[in-house]
């Protein structure tokens, strides 16, 4: 397997704020603009309990707009199986799609071709339990509420013939899935990949579950590597690249939009708790994606870093 660089050829995006494309993403950043609101009304959360009984620290997040609404009709699928549908599994059938047309490709083109589908994502709860769901709902239930048919949704729509992953590592779930595209664009198990991650928050669940533990930022503003870090702020969106390998991204005539020279997973492994991060391993996978990059620590000049803010 060589080292090849992959070009990003497409992408696209949905995120709090109203931000529905790469441009709007940018926007946003440029002005500095906040895109955290108030807890969703359309999900049948029980606002008023939350509020009430103190088991949330805070009543804001970062929530899509237009998570409970969907052309079902625009993908043939009927009302009845769009309904048992994880929000996530529309999500990413909305912008697998646009992100194609960003590429320029038509999407309907793909039917039979080795693309492959890398989306992180992690199981949400959403409707019945299977072994109470009504009869009619039984069988497009159990698909619709699978990890799994987050990413094989989006392929068996365009008859995508590829690899296809869901994957859920938590925090680096999309990350994790652009490496394991690049990796099968490099060893030839595809063509063309979508990569990316979808979250939903079907529930509060995880605000109630981190406000627990303390673990939750009451103002939902992360400040990560900050002494004011106070918890972290739960948001939602998707975000889909299309990545091929540079040569053939040149060979048809396709925009470049960035290049990806390298890429490396590891494990933090034993650390004082299980959420800790390790500063060894951390080094160590830095070390190994820039040796897979054919890098030197001079060569990079800016660095993106995950941190929750977490008083951890």
């Not at 088991?55 to 929530?63: K, L, N, Y």
């Not at 769901?133 to 013939?161: E, K, Q, W, Y």
């Not at 990350?175 to 928050?201: D, F, I, P, Y």
């Not at 702020?233 to 053939?248: F, Q, T």
Request: glycine letters at 12%.
């Amino acid at each position: 397997m060589t080292a090849e660089p992959l070009a990003v050829i497409g992408m696209a995006c949905r995120y709090p704020g109203g931000i529905d494309s790469p441009e709007d993403l940018w926007q946003a950043l440029v002005d500095r603009r906040t895109v955290a609101g108030p807890f969703p009304t359309d999900r049948g959360w029980d606002l008023d309990a939350l509020r009430r009984d103190g088991r949330c620290a805070t009543d804001r997040g970062g929530f899509l707009d237009s998570a409970t609404r969907f052309d079902a009709a625009f993908f043939d699928l009927s009302p009845r199986e769009a309904d048992a549908m994880d929000p996530q599994q529309r999500l990413a059938l909305e912008v697998g799609w646009e992100a194609l047309e960003h590429a320029r490709i038509d999407p309907t083109t793909l039917r039979g071709s080795r693309t492959g589908v890398f989306l992180g994502a992690e199981a949400r709860p959403y409707g019945p339990p299977l072994h109470e769901a009504p009869a009619d709902l039984a069988g497009v239930l159990f698909t619709g509420t699978a990890p799994s048919v987050i990413s094989g949704r989006l392929a068996h729509t365009l008859g995508l013939n590829g690899p296809v992953l869901t994957v859920d590592t938590s925090a680096s779930s999309s990350l994790v899935a652009l490496h394991l595209a690049v990796e099968g664009l490099r060893g030839g198990e595809c063509e063309l990949a979508l990569a990316g991650g979808v979250t939903v928050m079907t529930t509060p669940g995880y605000h109630v579950a981190f406000s627990a533990l303390g673990g939750l930022a009451p103002d939902a503003r992360c400040k990560p590597f900050s002494a004011d870090a106070d918890g972290v702020a739960w948001s939602e969106g998707a975000g889909v690249l299309v990545l091929e390998r540079l040569e053939r991204a040149r060979r048809l005539g396709h925009r470049v939009l960035a290049v990806v020279r390298g890429s490396a997973v590891n494990s933090d492994g034993a650390s004082h708790s299980l959420t800790a991060p390790n500063g060894e391993a951390q080094r160590a996978v830095i070390h190994a994606a820039l040796a897979d990059a054919e890098l030197a620590p001079a060569d990079i000049d800016a660095v993106e870093a995950h941190g929750t803010g977490t008083r951890l």
